[in-house]
């Protein structure tokens, strides 16, 4: 594992090779969220901001905090007058949602330095509203493509190891409905140029109350 901190690795990796992402939406965000009714929305480690940007787009109002300023930067700059999204460059480590979102995400909210990740989703699990929807999206394993090396620091978490770690404290899944709880194929093209597919990691909750 690297020895920067997480703000020097992230900020330093954005602002030495500009969008490191699609820009795209994640599918899994896409296809969960569809036929939900947009409120407000809380994107964490939001990147490069392809989810908010696409959440702006269908609706929704959307705070997206990342600890890369440069990260964000991209994003700001994508945005078109009309997407009402409030940009936080803060380190999830430490930074408490100051109120409660219709819809709480994480999507691929991993890191090859230091970050506390089940804390961050166990704040994000407090911070969704009654009738909100929490939603985790991450890698379920390594890509086929990559050595195992690449990823052997990388914690990577089934959907039910997720769901476990996010009630072992004061939250209680007995005031959660399991929405969707489940690996998903998701189409890809390799570096190679070879259409193969990757598996997501998808938790999707609604908060009954
Ligand atoms: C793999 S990227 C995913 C980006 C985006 N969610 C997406 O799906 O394209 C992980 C993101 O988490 C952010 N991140 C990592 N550690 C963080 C922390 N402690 N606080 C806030 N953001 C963090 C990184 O800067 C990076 O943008």
């Known amino acids: 594992m690297s020895t920067e901190s997480a703000a020097e690795y992230w900020e330093n990796r954005y602002r030495e090779n500009g969008r490191s992402w699609s820009g795209d939406v994640n599918v899994a965000l896409a296809r969960e969220v569809a036929h939900l009714v947009p409120g407000s929305a809380l994107d964490l480690g939001c990147g490069e901001g392809g989810d908010a940007l696409w959440l702006a787009r269908t609706g929704w109002s959307v705070t997206a905090v990342d600890i890369a300023p440069s990260a964000l930067a991209i994003g700001a700059a994508a945005q078109q007058p009309?997407?009402?999204?409030?940009?936080?460059?803060?380190?999830?480590?430490?930074?408490?949602?100051?109120?409660?979102?219709?819809?709480?995400?994480?999507?691929?909210?991993?890191?090859?330095?230091?970050?506390?990740?089940?804390?961050?989703?166990?704040?994000?699990?407090?911070?969704?509203?009654?009738?909100?929807?929490?939603?985790?999206?991450?890698?379920?394993?390594?890509?086929?493509?990559?050595?195992?090396?690449?990823?052997?620091?990388?914690?990577?978490p089934t959907p039910d190891d997720v769901l476990a770690s996010l009630f072992e404290d004061q939250l209680s899944l007995g005031d959660w409905t399991v929405l969707t709880k489940a690996v998903v194929a998701r189409p890809v093209v390799t570096p190679h140029g070879a259409a193969s597919t990757i598996d997501d990691s998808v938790l999707t909750l609604r908060r009954n109350r």
């Open 82 to 156: 009309g997407d009402d999204i409030t940009w936080i460059a803060a380190d999830l480590a430490e930074w408490q949602p100051p109120t409660t979102y219709d819809l709480v995400s994480s999507c691929f909210l991993h890191s090859f330095v230091e970050l506390p990740r089940e804390a961050i989703l166990r704040r994000a699990a407090a911070a969704v509203s009654p009738g909100g929807v929490l939603l985790i999206v991450g890698h379920s394993g390594a890509p086929h493509w990559h050595e195992p090396q690449d990823h052997e620091v990388v914690d990577l």
